[in-house]
């Protein structure tokens, strides 16, 4: 072979391998860009799925915020159920008058009604808790007791004014107003721990609210549910607990019955005869760190706290509910400082009314004081919800026994839960 031709081959071969160099370098380049373009598209994949998440959240706190309203809305009623075999406890189901869809609500909250009772000059004001799972979009469910006369009140003393109405008048397809689900006794839903329900009569309604929101989410808590009642005739819901009772193990129905009848049955009926009461919870106690939620009669709301704290229950394990005067009794004890000393009187003028009394704190709040003098005063939810008992503060200082759930304009107070922090003039 000759030297011209070794020098070709060799040309070719510098030729080829710059080729190749460039081909390989050609390759790399082209590696890289579609690694680039493939890590650009997983991060726009990935940023397009966190945009529409927090497009998706926005979206519904908006329409969340958009669904709730401000002042009374109309519902028309579309069923009537009553509840137990006396008659004397009725489900009301209403779906929105518009036709527009209905905000959620928390477990445990209550609708405030403005009811046109005829002879009345202005609406009466009640709060009836919700007793129905917040999943329910369809519509919303009050359940309402009808309050007869006191059995030891004076012949003649009419049954309760509103619950009365509700029961006489209230029909399917009758229109009432309401203002918007409100309420701090809540469920807290994203808890896991074992949570306790305590009823006393018609005191199951908001806590049937929570147990049924627990069911439909399938909740793997440990639920236990203590209803006090005199007897089977007063018995509410009978039928649907029971259900649940045997659809969802993880969920224990104790009933008590204080009055049963020689028809009612022991073991199938009720568990046991008595009180609800801390004896029948003393084995949770020992070996959980439970959630308590408790709503009944006064009186039996402050024996179980009084009980349960006394077995070492931190007080924010224990949330109650009861409206009228055993709710103003109930957070007044869980208010954080007395209006003032217990010696301490303040003058308290009713100005429309012309009465002049003494406060002092055994009189309670400002309404009551009013009440038992003879002072009428508006009032409705007597728990700082509804507003119906705002007055004008003209002179002096108050201070609230529980944080109000709408403040009170300027120089107006609730007197439903204030007490005097000095000589006050109301315009009552």
Not at 106 to 119: A, E, I
Not at 132 to 158: F, H, M
Not at 295 to 323: H, N, R, W, Y
Not at 366 to 385: D, F, M, N, P, Q
Request: proline share 7%.
């Amino acid at each position: 072979m000759q030297l011209t031709d070794l020098t070709e081959i060799a040309g070719w071969v510098l030729v080829g391998g710059a080729s190749a160099r460039a081909l390989f370098s050609a390759v790399a380049f082209a590696g890289r860009r579609w690694r680039a373009a493939r890590l650009d598209r997983e991060y726009i994949t990935l940023f397009d799925e966190l945009a529409d998440k927090a497009l998706k959240k926005f979206d519904g706190e908006r329409q969340r915020l958009q669904q709730a309203w401000s002042g009374r809305r109309k519902f028309r009623i579309v069923q009537r159920t009553y509840e137990n075999q006396r008659k004397d406890i009725c489900s009301f189901y209403l779906t929105p008058y518009d036709n527009q869809p209905l905000p959620p609500f928390h477990p445990g909250q209550f609708l405030t009604f403005h009811l046109k009772v005829p002879g009345q000059p202005q609406p009466v004001v009640r709060c009836y808790s919700l007793s129905d799972s917040p999943t329910e979009r369809r519509y919303y469910r009050i359940t309402v007791k009808r309050l007869w006369a006191p059995a030891n009140a004076p012949q003649g003393t009419p049954p309760g004014l509103a619950s009365s109405y509700v029961h006489d008048r209230l029909q399917v397809g009758d229109v009432v107003e309401a203002l918007a689900p409100s309420g701090a006794f809540c469920l807290d839903l994203k808890s896991q721990r074992p949570v306790v329900m305590v009823a006393g009569g018609v005191g199951l309604t908001p806590l049937v609210s929570m147990l049924n929101a627990l069911v439909a989410t399938r909740s793997r808590r440990e639920i236990w549910f203590f209803y006090g009642v005199r007897n089977r005739t007063e018995h509410a819901m009978y039928d649907h607990l029971d259900r649940i009772r045997r659809a969802f193990p993880n969920v224990r129905l104790v009933v008590a019955y204080s009055r049963p009848t020689p028809t009612c049955r022991k073991g199938i009926d009720y568990d046991i005869e008595g009180h609800v009461g801390v004896t029948l919870m003393k084995p949770l106690l020992a070996a959980r760190s439970c959630e308590f939620y408790v709503c009944g009669p006064s009186a039996m709301m402050d024996g179980i706290t009084k009980d349960l704290a006394a077995a070492g229950v931190p007080p924010e394990d224990i949330k109650l509910e009861a409206f009228g005067a055993a709710a103003v009794k109930a957070t007044s004890k869980r208010s954080a400082a007395p209006a003032a000393d217990a010696g301490q009187t303040f003058r308290v003028e009713f100005a429309r009314s012309g009465r002049v009394v003494q406060w002092t704190k055994s009189d309670g709040t400002l309404l009551e004081l009013a009440e038992a003098h003879g002072v009428k005063a508006r009032c409705g939810c007597r728990a700082g919800v509804c507003g119906t008992c705002q007055a004008g503060l003209r002179q002096g200082e108050v201070d609230y026994i529980q944080r109000p759930a709408r403040e009170p304009g300027a120089a107006q107070c609730l007197p439903c839960i204030t007490q005097p922090r000095s000589d006050v003039v109301l315009d009552i």
